[in-house]
């Protein structure tokens, strides 16, 4: 059993609110743009330095192996800013940029802002060499048009009268800041500004993280647990209350268009790349619709009880692809990657993570066989799914909506009280079965009939 809680009195959280941004006009625009582009360029060029000196260590390894932390790339940094960079830097940046002899151009830009994206190559590596991530690769280039511009202010956020303070850029308004959140009024710590939309409609975006006290967050509960079911497109509680996602049919059919038309057109054309612009904004309204149906369905869970109680369940094995490999082909591919999908549609893993720090205290519990046991008998049997929606034990009778009785067992595992379990009605076949009523005589008198002893099921 997998237990988060929420932070004690004397500990500070962060939560992350985002707003859009206004440039005002198109020169502000630009600048912002400039210091994305900036951040971009320090991201390739020291992907490439890290190369190069990782190669001419292997080639000749001689003292400790080549440093990729933040100090040490921050020092080149500021070395190439200047225009001063060492000997063996200079010679360096030759061979991985031969066509640019000055750098100094960069001294238009914030400092702390460019800089940033060195401290992101830094976790980039870490995760990399970092065995408990198998997944996270080897950091690589980031090409102009497939990147979203963005940037970090690492320190010294200022936030007045709703205008952020960009550095080197000016102050630019943030809309609704002062009446969209209660944080508004705590500790800014850092901003990451984004770029959405097209160059040619671009829409930027501040997500300012705050230093929130305990004493700021939303109340919780005082006692009381619930579980919850997760299922493919919505989740159950074990009140018996529905949370279902919105429906993204219109948006996947405009997708699958787009992503045909995309797929005919040539490459490096303008009219592809316009289409890409399509395809971008489909998937951020798509993104934008599961995450807000996530963040409403979180809060009322958390609203509804001190602890909520979850499923432990693996979504990145269940959502593995079952292609297989050219010696052992996977069967049921296509199906199986529509279910993935769905599953990952559905919001899970979001789910989890919003529940972590919005819940006074989030546990995950065993997932198998919470589907096939009753809540009331406690039998288990892959035959009470009678089908997706309904459950229909075979020992007791009891009948009730698939999901809701997961959702009990769920909140079970975790030791809440369920229901008590109804005593038997006779022996054999006849406790077995509630569909089976008791048979007396016609009239009324004697002892009610059973069947033989010995059958299927649990002892009554």
Same mark, same amino acid.
């Given at each position: 059993?997998?237990?988060?809680?929420?932070?004690?009195?004397?500990?500070?959280?962060?939560?992350?609110?985002?707003?859009?941004?206004?440039?005002?006009?198109?020169?502000?625009?630009?600048?912002?743009?400039?210091?994305?582009?900036?951040?971009?360029?320090?991201?390739?060029?020291?992907?490439?330095?890290?190369?190069?000196?990782?190669?001419?260590?292997?080639?000749?390894?001689?003292?400790?192996?080549?440093?990729?932390?933040?100090?040490?790339?921050?020092?080149?940094?500021?070395?190439?800013?200047?225009?001063?960079?060492?000997?063996?830097?200079?010679?360096?940046?030759?061979?991985?940029?031969?066509?640019?002899?000055?750098?100094?151009?960069?001294?238009?830009?914030?400092?702390?802002?460019?800089?940033?994206?060195?401290?992101?190559?830094?976790?980039?590596?870490?995760?990399?060499?970092?065995?408990?991530?198998?997944?996270?690769?080897?950091?690589?280039?980031?090409?102009?048009?497939?990147?979203?511009?963005?940037?970090?202010?690492?320190?010294?956020?200022?936030?007045?009268?709703?205008?952020?303070?960009?550095?080197?850029?000016?102050?630019?308004?943030?809309?609704?800041?002062?009446?969209?959140?209660?944080?508004?009024?705590?500790?800014?710590?850092?901003?990451?500004?984004?770029?959405?939309?097209?160059?040619?409609?671009?829409?930027?975006?501040?997500?300012?993280?705050?230093?929130?006290?305990?004493?700021?967050?939303?109340?919780?509960?005082?006692?009381?647990?619930?579980?919850?079911?997760?299922?493919?497109?919505?989740?159950?509680?074990?009140?018996?209350?529905?949370?279902?996602?919105?429906?993204?049919?219109?948006?996947?059919?405009?997708?699958?268009?787009?992503?045909?038309?995309?797929?005919?057109?040539?490459?490096?054309?303008?009219?592809?790349?316009?289409?890409?612009?399509?395809?971008?904004?489909?998937?951020?309204?798509?993104?934008?619709?599961?995450?807000?149906?996530?963040?409403?369905?979180? /809060? !009322? +869970? =958390?609203? &509804? @009880?001190?602890?909520? %109680?979850?499923?432990?369940?693996?979504?990145?094995?269940? *959502?593995?692809?079952?292609?297989?490999?050219?010696?052992?082909?996977?069967?049921?591919?296509?199906?199986?990657?529509?279910?993935?999908?769905?599953?990952?549609?559905?919001?899970?893993?979001?789910?989890? /993570? !919003? +529940? =972590?720090? &919005? @819940?006074?205290?989030? %546990?995950?519990?065993?997932?198998?066989?919470?589907?096939? *046991?009753?809540?009331?008998?406690?039998?288990?049997?892959?035959?009470?799914?009678?089908?997706?929606?309904?459950?229909?034990?075979?020992?007791?009778?009891?009948?009730?909506?698939?999901?809701?009785?997961?959702?009990?067992?769920?909140?079970?595992?975790?030791?809440?009280?369920?229901?008590?379990?109804?005593?038997?009605?006779? *022996?054999?076949?006849?406790?077995?079965?509630?569909?089976?009523?008791?048979?007396?005589?016609?009239?009324?008198?004697?002892?009610?009939?059973?069947?033989?002893?010995?059958?299927?099921?649990?002892?009554?």
């Amino acid at each position: 059993m997998v237990k988060s809680a929420r932070p004690t009195e004397a500990e500070t959280v962060h939560r992350i609110i985002r707003y859009r941004l206004y440039p005002g006009d198109a020169e502000t625009g630009d600048r912002l743009r400039g210091t994305a582009g900036a951040a971009r360029f320090i991201w390739n060029l020291f992907v490439d330095l890290c190369e190069l000196r990782w190669e001419t260590w292997k080639a000749n390894p001689v003292g400790p192996k080549p440093s990729v932390s933040f100090f040490t790339l921050g020092k080149f940094f500021t070395q190439i800013r200047k225009g001063q960079p060492e000997a063996w830097l200079a010679s360096a940046l030759k061979q991985v940029r031969p066509d640019i002899n000055d750098y100094t151009w960069l001294q238009a830009y914030a400092s702390k802002s460019v800089k940033q994206a060195l401290k992101d190559l830094e976790l980039a590596y870490q995760a990399y060499f970092n065995p408990a991530q198998p997944d996270a690769g080897k950091p690589t280039l980031k090409g102009k048009y497939g990147t979203t511009p963005s940037f970090g202010i690492p320190c010294d956020v200022r936030i007045r009268d709703g205008l952020l303070r960009v550095p080197k850029v000016g102050r630019l308004r943030l809309k609704d800041h002062g009446r969209r959140s209660r944080y508004d009024h705590c500790e800014p710590r850092t901003v990451r500004i984004r770029m959405e939309g097209s160059d040619a409609h671009p829409k930027w975006y501040a997500y300012i993280c705050y230093a929130v006290p305990p004493a700021l967050l939303p109340d919780t509960p005082e006692a009381g647990a619930i579980g919850v079911d997760r299922n493919v497109g919505q989740c159950t509680d074990s009140d018996g209350k529905v949370y279902e996602m919105p429906p993204t049919d219109r948006t996947e059919a405009k997708l699958k268009r787009y992503q045909r038309k995309h797929a005919r057109q040539r490459k490096g054309s303008h009219r592809r790349r316009r289409t890409g612009h399509k395809l971008r904004k489909l998937h951020r309204q798509r993104a934008r619709t599961r995450d807000a149906a996530t963040h409403e369905t979180s /809060r !009322k +869970l =958390a609203d &509804k @009880a001190q602890t909520v %109680v979850l499923e432990d369940l693996d979504v990145k094995g269940m *959502t593995r692809s079952a292609k297989g490999t050219v010696e052992e082909p996977g069967t049921n591919v296509k199906a199986k990657s529509g279910l993935n999908r769905a599953i990952l549609a559905s919001g899970w893993g979001q789910m989890e /993570r !919003k +529940l =972590a720090y &919005k @819940a006074g205290e989030l %546990v995950k519990v065993p997932a198998p066989y919470t589907s096939q *046991t009753c809540c009331r008998c406690g039998h288990v049997d892959k035959r009470n799914r009678t089908s997706q929606a309904r459950f229909r034990c075979v020992a007791c009778g009891f009948a009730v909506n698939a999901d809701h009785n997961a959702a009990i067992n769920i909140l079970g595992l975790y030791g809440a009280s369920v229901p008590a379990r109804p005593p038997a009605r006779g *022996t054999g076949a006849a406790a077995r079965r509630g569909a089976l009523p008791p048979c007396h005589p016609p009239d009324g008198k004697g002892t009610p009939a059973t069947r033989e002893q010995g059958g299927w099921g649990p002892s009554p």
